[in-house]
C-alpha cells in the first residue's frame, strides 16, 4: 500500500513513488489517503448518484492512462 499525505503529496509524486516501486519489483495494491479531512472534502460525491444512469458508461482510461502507465 501507497501512502499519500491529503492535500500534501502532489499527484506526480504519487505516480513516480508507484513507477520506482513497480520497477524494484513491488506489487503496489492501492493507495491509502492520509490525514483527510472529511468537513473541508464535503460530503458532495461521495454517493452513487452517478452510477445510477441507464445504459453503459463510457469507457475510462483511468489513472494509469493519465500519466501513461501500462495496464496491468
Known amino acids: 500500500l501507497l501512502c499519500v499525505r491529503w492535500r500534501a503529496t502532489p499527484a ?19 493507495a ?19 452510477a445510477a444512469g441507464y445504459g453503459a458508461a463510457p469507457a475510462r482510461t483511468g489513472w494509469r492512462g493519465r500519466y501513461g502507465l501500462a495496464a496491468r
Open 32 to 50: 491509502v489517503l492520509t490525514r483527510a479531512d472529511p468537513a473541508a472534502a464535503g460530503a458532495a460525491g461521495l454517493g452513487y448518484g452517478e
Open 12 to 30: 506526480e509524486s504519487a505516480v513516480e513513488a508507484v513507477v520506482r516501486l513497480q520497477q524494484a519489483g513491488a506489487h503496489v495494491a492501492g
